[in-house]
């Protein structure tokens, strides 16, 4: 497991997930900073979101 964070994350701090449904991957960015491609060859596969937070205080919002 990569720790993407450095140190941890803060109160503030945005992670992102986003399916490009063209090239058929999955990217993760960490306060806009790209992390790379976490998975390809998805197109016509079907999959599903799965999040884990470490505390009670983490909120997630979903966009479309």
Do not use: M
């Amino acid at each position: 497991i990569l720790n993407y964070t450095r140190g941890g994350s803060r109160v503030g701090d945005v992670f992102a997930g986003v399916y490009d449904s063209v090239e058929g991957t999955i990217s993760f960015y960490y306060n806009n900073q790209n992390l790379g491609i976490a998975y390809k060859d998805l197109k016509g596969k079907d999959f599903c979101p799965a999040f884990d937070f470490n505390d009670n205080n983490s909120e997630i919002e979903l966009i479309k």
